[in-house]
């Protein structure tokens, strides 16, 4: 049978109550300067901003000179308010919580805008000016070409961006991309005509131009017009262009 214990024979000590750290800020007790260091086990202790306490750290040389940096802290830039609590406007003793920039002089995040500052406005679709040209080629008036593939190679000569539209399925239109080695910057999607897609290529998408060029056969001509397209004959863009049409 267990012996029964008798807690009051038990030697308990009385703990003094020490302070803990932070109550000079949460508690509004005491001073900071007076506030305890945290304990140690011998080992380097780590500070709330990722750095070793000197104190504890030791001597990180090795015999042959050599620094031993394993358990070393990544290197950083320290900051003035590095012991104060994150989070806490600085005006109340805290480290604050504005942009890196603000508080970190090695930073090189750009500026946030909530913190004051303006941001650049983009002056043209995607990011820049707006681009001079834009051509589109039906996929009808595409397979007239000998030689489709130098035709795109070349249109990107003086145009911006190329495309391909069709009263076609989009997979079609990806066959003969891949069966000629092109690469168009858009096409016509799954069931959507061509004028559609055209209309679709306004201020607000990344492939405006100032100038909007549709090549096709005589029978596309409306197309371009019900989206205020430029439109060029097919006839008259190979003979420019010297290129070649499929049976001359």
């Not at 820049?128 to 000569?157: C, H, K, L, N, S």
């Not at 391909?164 to 989009?170: C, E, L, N, P, Q």
Request: net charge negative; no cysteine.
């Amino acid at each position: 049978m267990t012996d029964q214990i008798d807690l009051d024979d038990l030697d308990v000590q009385d703990d003094e109550e020490t302070p803990n750290r932070g109550d000079w800020f949460w508690g509004a007790e005491g001073d900071p300067e007076d506030e305890p260091e945290p304990e140690t086990d011998g080992s380097a202790s780590v500070r709330p901003d990722g750095a070793a306490d000197a104190s504890t750290a030791g001597d990180t040389d090795s015999e042959d000179g050599s620094a031993d940096t394993s358990g070393q802290p990544v290197p950083h830039v320290p900051r003035e308010n590095k012991d104060r609590p994150v989070g806490i406007p600085t005006a109340s003793g805290g480290a604050g919580g504005a942009a890196a920039t603000d508080t970190d002089p090695a930073s090189n995040v750009a500026g946030d805008p909530a913190a004051g500052e303006e941001p650049v406005e983009a002056s043209g679709p995607h990011g820049g000016g707006i681009d001079d040209m834009t051509m589109a080629v039906t996929y009808d008036a595409a397979r007239q070409f000998a030689d489709p593939q130098r035709v795109f190679q070349e249109a990107r000569g003086w145009a911006d961006w190329v495309g391909i539209v069709g009263d076609v399925d989009a997979f079609v239109i990806n066959k003969f991309q891949r069966d000629h080695g092109i690469d168009a910057d858009f096409f016509s999607g799954a069931g959507q005509e061509p004028a559609e897609r055209l209309a679709d290529i306004d201020e607000h998408s990344m492939f405006y131009a100032e100038r909007m060029v549709l090549v096709g056969r005589p029978d596309d001509e409306p197309v371009a017009e019900r989206t205020g397209w430029e439109f060029i004959p097919l006839a008259d863009a190979a003979e420019k262009a010297d290129w070649d049409l499929a049976g001359e």
